[in-house]
């Protein structure tokens, strides 16, 4: 069963930078579409990033700027820079990628969340 290790977050302050990391663990699994989520406390989930296959590239505009989204030559890990953070970037971020596998096939695999907290 294909697993998507998420990891990278933490405390940071106003200003600061933190890089997160999702990686494929388990039998091989080839990433096409990287995606990344967030929810805020007392929030919706909210789509914050992805890049697909033909290269098309997303941010919702509050990140805009300050958040790049990435993945390795191997396509089998993603990560999201975010620098310069804010308060309002607080959440649990959720990383999804869109890929195949010979043993699983396309599929959707989800991270398990790692939260992300910018205070002073």
């Known amino acids: 069963q294909v697993q998507f290790v998420e990891s990278g977050g933490g405390l940071v302050q106003p200003g600061g930078s933190l890089r997160l990391s999702c990686a494929t663990s388990?039998?091989?699994?080839?990433?096409?579409?990287m995606h990344w989520y967030r929810q805020a406390p007392g929030k919706q989930r909210e789509l914050v990033a992805n890049?697909?296959?033909?290269?098309?590239?997303y941010y919702v505009d509050s990140v805009k700027g300050r958040f790049s989204i990435s993945g390795d030559s191997a396509k089998t890990t993603m990560y999201l820079q975010m620098d310069s953070l804010k308060p309002e970037d607080t959440a649990v971020y959720y990383c999804?990628?869109?890929?195949?596998?010979?043993?699983?096939?396309?599929?959707?695999?989800w991270g398990q969340g790692t939260l992300v907290t910018v205070s002073a």
């Open positions: 999804k990628a869109g890929g195949y596998g010979r043993t699983t096939g396309w599929l959707d695999i």
């Open positions: 388990g039998p091989p699994f080839t990433i096409y579409n």
């Open positions: 890049i697909l296959n033909d290269g098309t590239t």
